[in-house]
C-alpha cells in the first residue's frame, strides 16, 4: 500500500508540471522569476502506530517552504520540516507491561504537487481572499535510529514440563544507532487567507506514511502521521499573472489594419493615374522614377514565446506581397524581434529569428522572389514600442 502511495505521489507530482500546458488556462506566469514564494509554518504533530494510541504522543513541528506558482491553478514546492517523533513503548517485551518514553529526532523534506482547488473550480480572480489547496508527493526523513533487536534466550523449564524458550531481556539489545533515509509520501490540504498579493495566512493539514522513526523501537515497520501548522506565506514580488491569449490589443491591431487598407487604396489610385497619364502623353523617351512604398501592413505580431503566424498576419503578408511583386526592383528586410522581459537572451535570440523566417517563407509561398527579401533576428528589446506585448513582432520594412 505504501509503495502505491509513493508512485502515486510522484506521478502527482510530476503532472502538476504539465497541467499549465492544457487550453484551458487561462492565466500564466509571464517570467520564469515571477510568483516565487517563501512559507514558515509551526504546528504539531501526533503519531499512530502499533505501540501508540493515535494523538497520545504530540510533539511540535517547524516548517519552511520555498516554491514557484506556475499559474493560477498549478504550483511546486519543496519543504523542509521536523523536530521530533515520540512514543511511550515497551517492546520487544510488550507483556512486561513496563513501557518506556522514546523518541527521536529528525528532519524531513516533502515535494509537493499542488493544486489550488478555488481558481480551478471557480476561475482566478485577482485579490479573492480565500483559496483552498490540494498538494500531494513523495517525503524523506533524515533520522538517527536503532535497526533492529538483538534478542538473547534463556529456557524455562517449570514444573519439569515441556522445556520452553523465551527472550531474556537481561541479553537483549539494540543494534546500530545510524543516520537512515525513510521514504515514505504524503498529501494534504491547506487554506490560504490573502492580506494582499504580497502575504497570506497558511493553515495548513497533512497526512504522512513512513517507515518507523524509532526503528527498532516500534513493533510496527510503517508509522503514521498527521500534521497541523500555521503561518504565513510571502510571495516575492508578488502575485503576477497575465492572459495567455490577452497580450495582444486587437483594437490596435485592427485600427492599424484598416489604414493600411487606406493607404494601398490611395497608392492604388495613383499608380493607374500615373498609368494612364503615360499612355495619353505624347511619343517621346521620359525617364519616370517613382518611389513606391511598401502600403500593406509592415507589422506582424506574434504571442508570447510562439512564431506562429496567426490568421491576421497572414491576411498582413498577404497584402504586403501584393506590393512587393509589383516592385521588382526594391529589397525589403524582415525584422524578428521578442519582449527583452520574458524568456532568456539565447531563447528570445532563435525565437526572433524564427519568426522572421517564417514571415519570409510565407512571403516567398505568395509568390515573392526571393531576391527582393532579407532577413534578420534582433532578439529582445525592451519596449521599443512602450508596451512588452509589441515587442513580439516582425516588421517588415
Known sequence: MKRKLIILSLLFAGATATVCAQDRVKYTSESWNDNIFMSIGVGMQATANPDTKFGSSITPLVNLSVGKLVNPV?????????????????????????????????????????????????????????????????????VKNYAKWVVGYESNNPGGGVQEIVPDPATTDVEGHKLRCLVGASVGLGAKFNINKYFSIDLEARGQVTPSILGAYSSGKTDGYVYFSAGGTYVFGGKKFVPVNGNINMDEINDQLNAYRDQLLLCQAELAEALNALANAQPQVIEVIKEVQVAGPRAIFFKIGSSKIDDYGKVNIKLAAKIIKENPDMVYKIAGYCDEATGSVPFNQKLSEQRAQNVYDLLLSEGVNKDQLNYIGYGGTANMWGKNFLNRVVILE
Open 74 to 142: 498549478v504550483g511546486i514546492r519543496g519543504q523542509v520540516y521536523g523536530w521530533q517523533s515520540r512514543q511511550k513503548t515497551a517492546y520487544p517485551f510488550l507483556e512486561s507491561g513496563s513501557k518506556v518514553k522514546r523518541k527521536e529526532n529528525y528532519v524531513g523534506v516533502n515535494l509537493d504537487g499542488m493544486i489550488n482547488l478555488t481558481n480551478l473550480f471557480c476561475g482566478y480572480k485577482p485579490g479573492r481572499v480565500f483559496e483552498g489547496t490540494l498538494f500531494v508527493g513523495p517525503s524523506v526523513n533524515f
